[in-house]
């Protein structure tokens, strides 16, 4: 099978598999006032608070249902933000819904809002949202710890802005790294994307420019991308890259889910490089996590 081929047949499956996700529908959704509360005898419940009074609070719970609790017996009270109820389940939010795998979608951290993303133990970055269309982060590889001196550190300013509310969103920035201990100077590279659809149901087009020292490169690389949530605590995730180098063009694709395991995502993937030169199949695992730092309302 040849190359082009080969292209067609690995999109044409994406799509359909989006396709079908995307045709879920989903139910009316609720605004809940949830909140977990730890008791001084180490339980936590976590529900929606139903009656409150300066004796005790009333909440509904996912699995044990109404209960009822003194607030002489309560240790902490946290707000929860984010979560909806639908179907008769709680929702939880994204952990990263600005992000795929790894590419950056058109939505933007809210004020307040942050993460920290670990991939594959090495690969560390934190984000947090400094206006609600202005967000930074800052990451790093720290091969110093294997006795390495080279040590990547990068910084990804990033600006969103909603052309329409929930519906469509432009997100544009930079990755702009350097190897501490070695004379690379300045690398990385601009990107801009284009977001249509929800935070939990989405797609996006992007693309980005490469450039160091050297120069820029001939060619940007283009990234097509879409999320879906599939249940409660679940979302299907495809995010790839069509990059030409050297009169070559090849692709990227990825496929696989992220898991809320509570409040924390558990990012997972296959990576199948697809290039005219290549004759074997490889499929390379990813492997993720987030754990929210912030408030978060989506």
């Not at 990813?286 to 408030?295: E, H, I, N, S």
């Amino acid at each position: 099978m040849d190359f082009m081929k080969r292209l067609i047949i690995s999109f044409t499956v994406l799509l359909m598999i989006i396709g079908g996700l995307s045709a879920q529908e989903t139910t009316a959704v609720d605004s809940l006032h949830l909140v977990k509360i730890e008791t001084k005898d180490g339980n936590t419940f976590v529900g929606e608070v139903t009656e409150e009074t300066d004796g005790f609070i009333v909440l509904s719970t996912e699995k044990m249902g109404r209960i009822t609790i003194q607030k002489q017996d309560i240790r902490t009270r946290t707000e929860l933000h984010g979560i909806r109820k639908e179907k008769g389940e709680f929702w939880m939010p994204n952990p990263q819904s600005t992000r795929y795998f790894w590419a950056p979608n058109g939505y933007g951290l809210q004020k307040g809002e942050a993460y920290f993303q670990n991939i594959w133990v090495f690969y560390n970055q934190i984000s947090w949202g400094l206006t609600d269309h202005f967000s930074m982060s800052t990451g790093m590889i720290p091969l110093f710890l294997l006795g390495g001196t080279a040590t990547p550190i990068w910084v990804v300013p990033k600006f969103s802005f909603p052309v329409k509310e929930n519906s469509l969103n432009i997100g544009t920035g930079a990755f702009l790294g350097t190897i501490l201990g070695e004379d690379t100077g300045v690398f990385g590279l601009l990107f801009g994307t284009a977001t249509i659809g929800s935070p939990d149901k989405n797609f996006s087009l992007g693309l980005a420019q490469g450039f160091s020292t050297e120069g820029w490169m001939d060619v940007p690389i283009f990234n097509f991308s879409g999320m879906v949530r599939t249940g409660p605590r679940g979302y299907f995730i495809t995010e790839n890259y069509l990059i030409s180098a050297e009169g070559e063009t090849g692709v990227m694709i990825s496929a696989g889910g992220r898991s809320i395991i509570r409040s924390i995502g558990l990012d997972y993937s296959l990576w199948i490089p697809v290039f005219p030169e290549m004759d074997t199949f490889i499929a390379l695992p990813f492997l993720g996590v987030t754990v929210p730092l912030g408030k978060r309302n989506r």
